[in-house]
């Protein structure tokens, strides 16, 4: 749904001009909301309406306002984008838009383009020649580039609703209470995946640790298996348990199979860092058949990509980490291309630094045992989040059980 | 295991007198802690030694203390009990002894008469013609009751971590984390009711709304079909979105099959109450065909007994509940009796009630999606409550399965 | 504000007849919004539109209705309320209208009147001699009582936020977040507490045993001294502690001055509970000299009216303590009428159970250090609530400096 | 305190010899545990004694340990440490030693060395030329390094938690209830500080962002003013919400001095951090009088060392962040060095990255509102970890009261 304000002002703007008005807009199936409405009550007082006009696409809000021009509406923000040039590498010009993480299109000399890698608090850089226009973070704009300044020419789409209530989907969407039935939210998760694989988007996985400690590693390299994970982020943490759990049969020193704690097993994640370095990488760990079983294991199996970013509460790191934040989040944002729905497991740190890749439209499941993780993560300003305050382990589980029975 | 002290001390306490005690004491396998040795340097210093002496039962180490007071060794709290007269009912005589809820004896003229009716915070009423003792809330103090006074005399057990730990039971004891292996912690707990039900002790279930609100209604009702419920605590609302969901297929208008509200759902509630006060109470409405499903219509249909305790909050109530907090402290206090395991599910109020009513020996698992509310419960000073922060729901699928699979 | 919906239909409905409308509403001042509107493109299509219209008093919205008709508009909700009698004591008919706990206006006859003692889940009570109408909960209702049933007739009010967000009140509504200035909302708190104290408005304040054992006892004693508490809710536990504290120096055993344990110190709330059922209460405790510092010595001493309701985890209880549930109840009704603003601090049974009691026109203030309580809490469906996520401790502490700071 | 055991077995072993050990331990003011007594009941039984020998220092220990070899007393763990060769930088031999966070000696040739720089999850590096060893975390092993393998003449303090009762520091230690008295926590935290600068000890300030969300950045900088930071750490957050709020009077677009939502707030840390970017850095904006107040303006101006660690959640980042984890890792533990104190203010991430590199001889006190947040940075198996359940707004409002106060 993309929305604009027209204003209608001046003596001549009564009953019988509003209905006009309405009646065109109603007449070309769009929407309206009456924002303000001054009519003066003798013919002298000035009146005043302004009217907001919603359209499912950009190009039909356009026809509209075209129509309504004609009819002594105007636009409230109707002017073309202000461009400044980048005078440093990493700095943007005072003053420059910041983006949101909503469908934006800015207005090139009267034309509507849409922003493309659309992602929040970046700087909207403006290719004249070829009226291309994409999101770029601070850090990474060079000298030269051209950025929008302010607001004006600037429309943001706003998120329509409807769509997904329809499909049933966002029944779940703003109240995270623990106290909900969640084998029906998991259900719907699970079609809602289904229908992502459908159509050929991409499913992305981030997780925490909490997924190996619960001994729910297993159930996500199921899915792994099974195809449901195209691209996977985690941290440090996530991929030495798992390796531990691989090569040792414990999680942080716990033995999974039986929840004892293993002799010296406080020693035993530094043992597993310790041998994926001296072999050089989990993949190597996998191709010298000494990696065998586990999350990393099914990713490397699969050629599923991932991303495990560092963090300074790391130990070791392993060989596939990427130490630095700025390439970390380079990495993360190539693997959203593409990712039409994200699973979020258990880490506040790793869920939000992938929200703020996400464009709003991508949808998000949070889930986390902590409702206060769970409302952060959630509050992304678009009914597209979904928290579910839960166990990584059995969410993990009845998923598993969904998909891959759905499957047979 | 109960547990005394002993000192020696004086001129001709010396390593050798030391060490004829440790013999004497390791030669009838008692277990003993030297807790404090001043060992004079010269013949003259005058040395001390404090020695706890255990010993699996209170006769036993009647005998082990006996044999050390020929050795010279004096018991550090010997004494017979001090007795005060109730003047007012319901006044305690000030001094009086204030119980814990672990097994306690009290020395009559010498002899050690166990302490009936265990619980905490309670006067210690004592029979002294029939030499019995037992545990009695202040408000149901008579005039002329015989009351210990202070600590003179009383010898409380110290709690046995090794029996329960060599049936592996309570590894999971201290650790309330959320990142633990639920099913490892589900399979322990369905062996602990197993074992329970063999040896014919009762299963107490505390259940607060949370279990109908996550649809696990049935998975509880399933089990007291199965007979795994045994006595049954709860509130008001329990029984009343149970109800509600027999009914008419929501809890607080949720509907249980699909998620979606449904209209006026929120009356729903109260259209429940009203139905069961019209017809006189939850038996009535199983005896009229009314109340067919659900947990409350299982307790009825088993002939379980059952506590609906009443709160400020309560809407209604259901005529079986009973308002009155004393009177439902009374049933309550009645309903443990011989009850061995007790679940408490997502309830702080009634858990903590029922928590202060039981003996320390009575196993609790307290079952919370609140890892506060978990710890705040588990920490009962006994290593017999286990804490599980996790979904309820969950928990008790995975124990129905776990229990009612292995029956078959 | 209060709100009806008209509507327009028929084949003369087109946008000069809807401009006329929307005319007529404007200059009556009053608001209006179009629900929907199919204006038909033809002649002879028919064409339909539906207004909601809001005025700010039940009254001059009949007026502006009253216009409306008179240009063919139909009023979508304008019968006369249905009434069923009561056939028996404390049970209401099949089908009765269930309340909220917003102001609420039923239609006797053409004329509507107000609901008095509004409370949410009660049943409305008309006696249609008088044209009077009031919420009575199910358990009071009387054989022969006239009740109405279902919602014709009935108009709720919707909650106006503007008014209290011209006086900077509610910038803290929604948002329960940890992360925001305390000592700012404290402020808000503070001034807002002046304004019903100088319109002789009633403070109700709400408490839990937090309060007794942050030590934050003498700043609401403080505040009770200076007038700025006018009803108080609490259970037996703060009595008890606070009690305990006054006359041991310690809450819960733990010494107030330096934190430290006192030895035996865990039965010191016994003891507190003991000489106060010698006694006979509270206030013969400050009537003999004994009770000399503390919440409840401030509020007899004071004569504040307090409500201390029992429940099943209470010790004792001490006599002040209305131990049956729906007593306690009618004693909390009671006490609310009259009140403005309700502060709740950090329980949550009494809150739940005093907000369940309260209009939503009340101010409430939530504070607890447990997010998820607040956000309970504070989810009334009203602007009203607000949720401060904060210690109890440093909330009264700095609220006694704002209001007894501002009076000096 | 350090600890070892000595063994007694064989046919001679009986209660005269134990006493004599006994005796002899007793009279060198050592301490002793019998772990374990089997004494034979005839003289043909084999006896078995396991002693647990405690000392002040760890050279004593060793004369205790030489004067129960002469009585025929084995030590348990007597050998000397075994070697091994890094053959790959960044990878340790199989089977490496590693470290925990407390105060650590290896056996050289039977003499104790103490390892330096003691950090958790280290391996061990050996100087036989200089008898010297030193912690180094696995990835800054060089090839070549000797490093220790196994526990074998590894001896490690056990934590003496009488010296810092004494003092009334450690009342606070294990329970981080939120249902405390705050006030008397700050108060012997301000007590601590105050000695640690006393003699010169070092107080680090770990910092997350709610510092400045909250308000409480103008008592962090006051606190920074008087003296009481010796070193810093934080992340990019708390640094781009603090310039923020010097440069335009909000954190994260919330104005900090009423509380409202400033226009296009939501664009200001993008501003803030744009603008920093621009002059170069935090330092440069101070020297160009452009940063003219809050937390980080102060580190710069009383020279405070501070480190800034990236993570992938940063915007911006500021170019006076580390975005490589491994050299924030690097430059953290370097501020570390004499530290004695460490503040914890809400945050995880940095507070556990922080506690992973500090000996646990270091007091920390961790503030933070989510008691789960305490509860995992308190758990350090030490109890120089307190954890304060607090805003941290009145927490620092307190402490600097309590500090700056008692100052003058």
């Known amino acids: 749904m993309y929305m604009a304000e027209v204003e209608l002002s001046g003596q001549n703007v009564d009953a019988v001009l509003l209905s006009r008005v309405i009646d065109a807009i109603a007449k070309m199936d769009a929407e309206f909301n009456l924002c303000e409405t001054r009519i003066g009550r003798t013919a002298d007082d000035a009146s005043y309406a302004r009217i907001e006009v919603g359209a499912p696409t950009c190009e039909r809000l356009d026809e509209v306002i075209g129509k309504l021009r004609e009819l002594g509406a105007v636009p409230v923000n109707g002017q073309t984008i202000t461009l400044a040039t980048v005078t440093k590498d990493g700095v943007g010009p005072e003053g420059f838009y910041s983006s949101t993480n909503i469908d934006t299109y800015v207005n090139m000399n009267g034309k509507w383009v849409p922003v493309d890698d659309i992602e929040m608090d970046c ?16 850090a990474s704009l060079s000298k030269g580039d051209r950025v929008v300044i302010g607001h004006g020419g600037v429309r943001v789409a706003s998120m329509d609703r409807r769509a997904d209530e329809e ?11 623990s106290e909900r039935q969640k084998s029906l939210m998991v259900r719907e998760i699970a079609r809602e995946i289904q229908a992502v694989r459908e159509r050929n988007g991409k499913v992305l996985v981030v997780a925490g640790p909490a997924v190996i400690h619960t001994g729910a590693g297993k159930h996500l390299a199921a899915l792994i298996d099974a195809g449901y994970v195209n691209v996977f982020f985690a941290g440090n943490a996530v991929a030495v348990h798992d390796v531990e759990s691989a090569l040792l049969g414990t999680s942080l020193g716990v033995c999974l ?25 989990l993949r190597q760990a996998v191709d010298a058949g000494i990696l065998k079983e586990g999350v990393m294991y099914a990713l490397v199996k699969n ?3 991932f991303v495990l970013a560092g963090s300074i509460r790391d130990d070791g790191p392993l060989p596939d980490v990427i130490t630095d934040s700025v390439e970390a989040q380079k990495a993360m944002r190539q693997g959203t291309k593409g990712v039409e729905i994200a699973l979020m497991l258990s880490t506040m740190l790793h869920s939000i630094a992938t929200g703020n890749l996400l464009p709003a439209r991508v949808k998000t499941i949070c889930i986390d045992i902590n409702p206060a993780t769970v409302t952060k993560l959630a509050d992304r300003g678009s009914h597209q989040s979904i928290g579910v305050v839960s166990d990584v382990e059995w969410f993990l589980k009845e998923l598993r059980s969904n998909l891959i029975e759905s499957d047979e």
Chains 1, 2, 3, 4 share one sequence.
């Open 167 to 177: 499909r049933g989907f966002s029944f779940m969407g703003s109240d995270v209470s």
């Open 123 to 138: 700087v909207v850089v403006v290719d004249t020649a070829n009226s291309k226009a994409r999101c770029c973070p601070i």
């Open 303 to 305: 050629n599923v990509p």
């Open 257 to 281: 199979k039986d929840g004892t704690s293993a002799p010296e097993g406080h020693m035993h994640h530094m043992l597993a860092i310790n041998r994926i370095r001296g072999l050089g990488g």
